[in-house]
């Protein structure tokens, strides 16, 4: 009941929001204290890595409802 997109598997949703959020928390650490580590480049890219690879159009339709 949690996943908003019906047609797809809880998984790829919960990639979606793991990846936005990663972004976010990102974003706002640096904006709070700068860039101050190599982690933060690193964790930024780790997020797009996952949004990427769960907006590809296989993984789509590999967790497709059916």
């Known amino acids: 009941w949690l996943n908003p997109f019906k047609r797809r598997h809880w998984a790829w949703s919960a990639a979606l929001v793991y990846g936005f959020g990663l972004i976010v928390w990102i974003a706002v650490e640096v904006a ?34 059916e």
């Open 32 to 65: 709070m204290i700068g860039l101050t580590s190599w982690l933060q480049p690193l964790y930024l890219g780790v997020a797009l890595v996952i949004l990427l690879l769960a907006l590809a159009p296989s993984v789509r339709r590999h967790l497709a409802a």
